[in-house]
């Protein structure tokens, strides 16, 4: 059995990064079985609504399973945004709530995950989670609208805030204003470390591109040999949707790189400020 791995201690860009994809690797059977379990329905309304979406918005007006009417079509496409976002959403609400529920349950029991306790952690979490994405992404678009600069420096603390709410029990404005607090004077490194995490991710996804991206490539170059790329739309087949579902599959799974390092950097955050884990370790010796 593999030795479990100790979350709350300080730790180098270098370690974050190692031990993310360590403890992916250990426990991936556990952790991708929890999240299948719990965002399964969600989940799969997400990718069928990217499926849908993808071909629609593509060739709008010719889609086969819409009518010839454009207003019916635009009433669709409407929908079809909806029920993207809104299952897009749901979707990252119940895989950060499974993420670091899996995590707190694997600290807490030393290794172990009690499954029961991570499905009860995500439904009584659930509204708190949700009412903090919501107000994460307003404040980080204002952010956003006043300049890049401040987008990117709200970024990193807020990027711990869904961390901050579940290991440290804080209400939604706190877990908000505690993650400011917890970055004062590690900003710089926590930015880098993010950064890293956060380039990982998108060189991985574009591996599960690249098949897309070949075929558009291959397929491009013989309409336009053939005279026929008038129409962008003509690109579209069910041979590009099947390929985008593939790689939007595992591009939203890969999200859960981004979660775990949250929670490791989170930890190293608190040992270095409030050196919690320190204070444990001493309790656990005298009893």
Known sequence: MNQPIQFRKQRELGDIITDTFK??????KPLFKAIFKITGPVFVILILAIG???????????????????????????IAIFVLFSSMVAFYILLY??????????????????HSEVVKGVKNDFGKMLGLILLVAIITLFAFFLCVLPAIYVWVPLSLAPAMLIFARTSVIDSISY?????????????????????????????????????????????????????????????????????????????????????FIYYHLDEKKNATGTYERISNLGS
């Open 23 to 28: 403890f992916i690797r250990q426990n991936f």
């Open 52 to 78: 849908y979406y993808s071909y629609l918005g593509m060739d709008l007006f010719s889609n086969p399973f819409l009518n010839d009417s454009s207003e019916m079509n635009i009433e669709m496409f409407i």
């Open 179 to 263: 993650s400011f607090s917890l970055i004062k004077d590690n900003w710089w490194n926590t930015f880098a470390t993010l950064f890293v995490i956060t380039l990982l991710i998108y060189i991985i996804s574009l591996i599960f591109q690249f098949p897309l991206m070949v075929y558009m490539f291959i397929k491009a170059m013989t309409m336009s040999q053939e005279g026929s790329i008038a129409n962008p739309g003509d690109l579209v087949d069910w041979v590009y949707v099947l390929f985008n579902v593939l790689s939007s599959v595992f591009q939203y799974l890969l999200a859960v790189i981004g979660v775990v390092a949250s929670a």
């Open 97 to 114: 709530n499974t993420v670091l529920h899996f995590i707190k349950s694997y600290i807490e029991n030393l290794g172990v995950v009690d």
